[in-house]
C-alpha cells in the first residue's frame, strides 16, 4: 500500500505543468548563459586570421551562441541573448562599430526562421526547425534579407572608413564573407542543437 501512495504521489507530481515563473527565469538563465559564453569567447575570436586591410574574419563564432539561444529557446530568448551579447562585446570594442554590424548581421538568422515558424508551424514551435529542407529554406532567405542589409552598410562604412577602396571591392567581399558567416552561423547551431539532442532535452517552445 504504501509503495502504490507513494508511485501515486509520483505520477501526481509529473502531471503538475511547470509553472510560468518557472519558465522565464529558465529563459533568462538560458540567455544570459550563452549571451556570456558569446563575450567570453570573443578574445579567442580576434586571434582568428582577418582579411588583410578588410580586418574582418571569415569564420567568427561570438554569432553562434546567440542562435543556438534562439534555437533552443526562442525568439526571446535568441534576442535577449543576442542583444546582451552585443552590449558585452563593446568592452572589446569601445567605437561600437564591429558589434552593431555583428547585431545586424545576425538579426535575419534570428528573425527570419522564427516569423517562418510562426506562420507555418506554429503549433510546432522550434521542433518544426529540426527539418533540414525546412530549416534551410528559412535560412536562405536570412540570407538573403542579411545581404540587403549588409551590403549597403559596408558600402556606406567602407567609403568612410577605406575611401581607397573601389566600390566593386566591398560589395564583393561583403558578399564572400557574409555568405561564408551565414552558413556557419546556421549551420554549425543546427548541428549542435538538433542531432544530439540538446533540443529534445531542453527546449523552451
Known sequence: MLNHSISEEEIDLESIPESDSSKRVKRVVLASVLAS?????????????????????????VSLFWIISFLIGGIWVGLVSTIAGTMGLFLYDPTAIGP???????????VIPWYGVRKLKNNVGGEALSRPKFYATLMILAFVMRLALMVPINLLYGSIAYPFFTMEFIISYAIIL??????????????????????KTFKMW
Do not use: C, H
Not at 552593431?100 to 534570428?110: E, F, G, Q, R, S
Open 100 to 110: 552593431v554590424m555583428k547585431l545586424i548581421a545576425t538579426l535575419p538568422m534570428i
Open 37 to 61: 559564453l558569446s563575450i567570453a569567447i570573443a578574445p579567442i575570436a580576434e586571434m582568428v586570421p582577418r582579411i588583410p586591410g578588410w580586418g574582418i574574419a571569415i569564420f567568427d563564432p
Open 178 to 199: 557574409n555568405s561564408f558567416q551565414s552558413l556557419w552561423d546556421a549551420l554549425i547551431p543546427f548541428i549542435i542543437v538538433y542531432p544530439t539532442g540538446i533540443f
